[in-house]
């Protein structure tokens, strides 16, 4: 027998002969009223999870992860605001359903059976997972993570004080608001977790604004691994700059009142705060787990015994708020409404095709001001004494630096983060002097943590801002990749567009420095970006592009709400020359503020019948490949690609007419990445014979070899001239 009808039956058999667990009197501020609201929360949360492991028995429904024995956030949605932004553990249902009752029009039965049953007509993911989440109740949509929503938690609680004092355009979270961040104890211990909430701590500790309510929803249990007894508050009850409290998320009363509390200190002194809740896991993990395999039936009859329903019967009978009857009553009503609702939505149309699936892939564009920036005269007090060796060429850093600049004065929603992009701007750089123009609320260092450099950027997004992120160098991305790939890619994508994070991602990358390396400071590997659906991926190869690319970066941001990833070579932020000493080659002067390098538009040197498709590094080997190759008399043309996700087919396709072979060159590694995309691309779309120069399937060395496993302006040649030798 399913252990949820035991549970239900247990409920219905306790409550009529009145043999309720024992615990604390009724007490606290909660009016009977509000309290009668949060038992109906908990009651519709209990029986939608008994309905949707009915229909997933029957077939009509997806896999689910239940609420059943976590009810008690019930208590605490109802010490908040509608409007405070809640990421949500994935077994707060009881959370969303008390929402629901605080938001007009919202209809929880239907919106979440919908879900339940990956209905196209789910108002929340559009039938593409079941989530929790809401955009009239703030709450964006979450998925079976592992605290992975903490880091952007955190982001979005700190971006709530940035925006009292630098209002950006699309503005969302009141300026006394706050914004909670609830999970479970198992995932208290997972590094992401952990680097949140230090990230919190520390923020707190230097008396920075944070109004930031964490919730740890402790049911001893993760999957089948126990939690210690204890380890919760011993872990977080006397962490610096956070504010510990506890509650019995089985007794409503308490979890009210304690919740009130903590939600007073973070919204009143805007900072951090821990709240400690007691639950208990009924039913097993998920729909499919059986937790009487692994646990003593001792154990989980315990759970059953100390059911959240049970103990909201007992308090709302000993407050003379409902008589066992009405209890029965209301239990029973939403059983029924749960029943009738589940038939019909089992009837709604699904998805059926990868267009449907992937519509919401891309998020909506939204309209925006031209600019909300200063004019020309302190655009001129900004750049100072800069502006009068605009005209000269220069590096790409250089470049680089001036279009931030630019763009930052155009539009006060953009905000720079990242370990030293403020005081020492950047190693390579590229951000010095944009924290004395800009100031450290726009200019912001972090601490080192990769995870919650991407988190404040996400989070902050969530608030109107565009931020642009900077991670040092492209093998420390790896640290938090999942940030990008499990939460700002898919949040368009599991709430049909209503939620987005747009961002501009600048990764210092790929390889070829000389005296600076090894494979942590050199990685020529991009697999892990092209992989992300939606992602937007650039890297220039010239100054002059990088800065115009960047315009349209962040245009593609803040106009088209797009998550982008703008990785620069950093072997080229310095490059001066392009084939002798002092040529002078690689640099030029900053391209007029108004002009950008549209998504998808190539760059062509030559006209050559020989061409080499190139981006980055390559892009220079391969111009001083086809001087070399010149001299033999192999006219050439450089097709630099600029755009790397999506490929710019096309564009590559338009630039190859009139060509007679391609040598794709590609200085990330062999396998998995660029060229492998390429060829395939030339293959499908043209006929023209093709091969590829890539780099070995191999780490960077330091030292003498730092350029060894990749293409060179020799290696180039010879390809290409054994590619033109050849029949």
């Not at 004494?385 to 539009?411: C, F, G, R, S, Y």
Request: charged content about 20%; aromatic content about 6%.
């Amino acid at each position: 027998m399913d252990r949820a009808d035991i549970i239900d039956a247990a409920f219905r058999d306790r409550v009529a002969a009145g043999t309720l667990p024992p615990g604390a009197a009724p007490s606290g501020p909660l009016s009977r009223d509000k309290a009668i609201a949060v038992f109906r929360a908990q009651v519709l949360s209990r029986n939608l999870d008994r309905r949707s492991r009915k229909m997933q028995a029957a077939g009509d429904g997806y896999y689910t992860i239940g609420s059943s024995g976590h009810e008690g956030m019930a208590a605490v949605a109802a010490a908040l605001r509608p409007t405070d932004m809640a990421f949500l553990h994935y077994r707060d249902g009881a959370f969303q359903t008390m929402r629901s009752g605080q938001v007009p029009g919202v209809t929880p039965t239907w919106d979440m059976l919908l879900s339940f049953a990956t209905s196209r007509e789910d108002p929340m993911s559009g039938g593409r997972h079941k989530v929790l989440g809401s955009r009239a109740m703030m709450i964006p949509p979450q998925t079976s993570t592992i605290a992975s929503h903490l880091p952007k938690a955190v982001g979005a609680a700190y971006s709530i004080g940035l925006a009292r004092r630098h209002a950006p355009e699309h503005k969302v979270l009141d300026d006394d608001g706050l914004v909670v961040c609830s999970f479970g104890d198992a995932s208290a211990n997972h590094s992401t977790a952990q680097g949140a909430i230090n990230t919190a701590c520390w923020t707190a500790y230097q008396s920075i604004p944070l109004p930031l309510l964490f919730v740890c929803e402790d049911n001893g249990i993760g999957i089948s691994t126990r939690t210690p007894d204890g380890w919760i508050a011993a872990n977080f009850a006397a962490k610096p700059g956070l504010t510990y409290f506890h509650a019995d998320g089985l007794n409503l009363y308490e979890t009210f009142r304690v919740a009130q509390e903590a939600a007073a200190y973070v919204r009143d002194r805007k900072r951090p705060a821990f709240l400690h809740l007691r639950t208990v896991r009924l039913y097993g993990h998920a729909g499919s787990d059986l937790q009487q395999a692994y646990l003593s039936k001792e154990v989980f009859e315990g759970w059953e015994g100390d059911d959240p329903l049970l103990h909201s019967a007992r308090l709302l009978i000993d407050a003379g708020a409902l008589s066992a009857d009405e209890v029965l009553a209301i239990y029973d009503e939403a059983e029924a409404q749960c029943a009738r609702v589940a038939q019909e939505v089992v009837t709604r149309p699904r998805l059926s095709s990868a267009a449907d699936v992937m519509a919401s892939l891309i998020p909506p564009p939204r309209p925006c001001a031209p600019t909300n920036g200063p004019g020309a005269a302190e655009r001129k007090a900004t750049f100072g004494a800069d502006e009068k060796v605009m005209a000269q060429p220069q590096p790409m850093a250089k470049l680089l630096n001036w279009a931030l600049t630019d763009l930052m004065l155009e539009h006060g929603e953009i905000a720079l983060m990242g370990e030293d992009v403020g005081r020492k701007g950047g190693v390579y750089g590229v951000t010095q002097k944009l924290i004395d123009r800009f100031g450290p609320d726009r200019v912001i260092d972090t601490l080192l943590d990769e995870q919650s450099i991407l988190g404040l950027a996400i989070g902050m997004a969530h608030n109107g801002f565009v931020p642009i992120p900077e991670i040092q160098f492209l093998a420390y991305l790896h640290n938090a990749e999942d940030q990008l790939r499990g939460e700002a890619a898919t949040l368009p994508f599991f709430s049909n567009g209503q939620f987005t994070n747009p961002m501009v991602l600048r990764i210092a990358g790929l390889g070829y420095q000389k005296g600076f390396g090894g494979h942590f400071h050199n990685d020529n590997s991009l697999a892990v970006l092209r992989d992300i659906p939606g992602l937007i991926l650039a890297c220039p190869s010239r100054g002059d592009d990088g800065a115009m690319m960047l315009r349209e970066c962040v245009r593609l941001a803040r106009e088209e709400q797009r998550v982008v990833a703008f990785v620069e070579p950093i072997a080229l932020y310095p490059m001066r020359d392009l084939h002798g000493n002092k040529d002078g080659g690689w640099m030029a002067s900053y391209p007029a503020p108004d002009r950008r390098i549209a998504l998808g538009e190539v760059g062509v040197t030559g006209d050559g019948p020989l061409a080499i498709v190139t981006y980055g590094n390559g892009h220079y080997l391969s111009q001083q490949a086809a001087k070399a190759l010149e001299s033999d008399g192999i006219a050439t043309r450089v097709i630099d690609l600029r755009w790397l996700a999506p490929l710019p087919v096309d564009g590559m396709l338009a630039a190859l007419k009139r060509a007679e072979k391609v040598l794709v060159v590609d200085e990330c590694r062999i396998s998995g990445n660029l060229s492998e995309a390429l060829m395939a691309a030339l293959h499908e779309g043209c006929d023209l014979p093709h091969a590829r120069l890539a780099a070995e399937d191999s780490f960077i060395a330091t030292g003498p070899a730092y350029a060894a496993t990749m293409p060179s302006a020799a290696s180039i040649a010879d390809a290409a001239r054994a590619l033109w030798g050849q029949g």
